[in-house]
């Protein structure tokens, strides 16, 4: 399978993103924690040099969470300011501000060191679609933050949203795209259902999603769906669909239907908490 990416507008958002971040001191990025390097565009470090940097493992719901703190001292490893949470329940998201303060703290003495007290620090949420970036915005946002500029009367233009009277956000992130530099990351992209199924031949990725599975989470289809894991991949498949009445006219397996069934399955955490981008 080969995956192609058309960056379209790309150049364009680019263009804007670096506009945007000259008027920032921290990129806040997010990743998904079920592939935090697959969902991660390196390029970022270069727009963002000299800035800040916060990475949100999102979607830690969704994901391993042994994997998840390995993940986190992984990017802690590389100088980045890490936390885990789920966008869109309130809780772990609101330490989102401290941690934004501590990461500008050296900004924060300098501005105070040159008689500027009390101007926030400005932040943006960037990462590839689907990450959940809308989503951490308005969780993390609310209703109880006041949205500034974008007067009436004025140019419309970009708002920032007062988090409280130090840290503030800019209300629309910047979009990074997926940087497919070998076929896994588009399979793992194609995989968690951040690339649309229609471009995609489903019954690939279940088939390389059982066979990762079977190495990595052993037991875990066989609980599922009652089959026997010691097989060959396209056997297990066949199983499943066995197993939950996909089946073709005929009474064959429909192994394109136990496909979309098993995917559907992993999407939705069904399966369990699952990731896929081992800790390295
Ligand atoms: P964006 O393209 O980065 O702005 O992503 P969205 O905010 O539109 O989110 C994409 C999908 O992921 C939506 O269906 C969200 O409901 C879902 N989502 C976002 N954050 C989380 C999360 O932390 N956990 C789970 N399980 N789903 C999430």
């Not at 001292?73 to 989102?96: E, I, M, N, P």
């Not at 840290?167 to 968690?192: C, H, N, R, S, Y």
């Amino acid at each position: 399978m080969n995956i192609q990416w058309y960056p379209g507008h790309m150049t364009k958002a680019i263009r804007m993103m670096q506009e945007d971040i000259k008027l920032i001191d921290i990129v806040v990025e997010l990743v998904d924690a079920r592939v935090p390097l697959s969902s991660k565009n390196p390029d970022i470090d270069q727009l963002a040099k000299g800035k800040s940097r916060l990475i949100l493992l999102n979607k830690a719901d969704l994901a391993d969470r042994a994997k998840t703190q390995a993940w986190e001292q992984y990017f802690k490893d590389r100088g980045f300011y890490v936390h885990s949470l789920d966008a869109r329940t309130g809780k772990s998201v609101k330490s989102v501000t401290g941690i934004i303060q501590e990461a500008c703290r050296e900004k924060i003495e300098r501005d105070r060191r040159r008689g500027i007290i009390n101007r926030p620090v400005r932040a943006m949420v960037v990462g590839i679609p689907n990450v959940g970036k809308s989503t951490f915005i308005n969780t993390y946002a609310g209703k109880a933050c006041t949205k500034t500029g974008n007067k009436p009367g004025v140019t419309k233009g970009k708002q920032w949203i007062r988090l409280n009277k130090n840290v503030e956000l800019l209300d629309t992130p910047g979009i990074l795209w997926p940087k497919f530099e070998d076929q896994t990351v588009g399979m793992k992209l194609a995989i968690i259902g951040s690339i649309k199924d229609d471009l995609l031949d489903i019954t690939e990725l279940a088939w390389n999603l059982t066979g990762f599975l079977v190495d990595n989470y052993p037991g875990i289809l066989e609980k599922r769906y009652n089959i026997d894991e010691k097989r060959d991949k396209i056997e297990i498949i066949e199983q499943i669909a066995l197993a939950r009445g996909c089946l073709q006219k005929g009474g064959a397996p429909d192994t394109a239907k136990a496909s979309k069934l098993l995917l559907d399955d992993f999407r939705s955490a069904r399966l369990g908490a699952i990731t896929l981008d081992l800790p390295v």
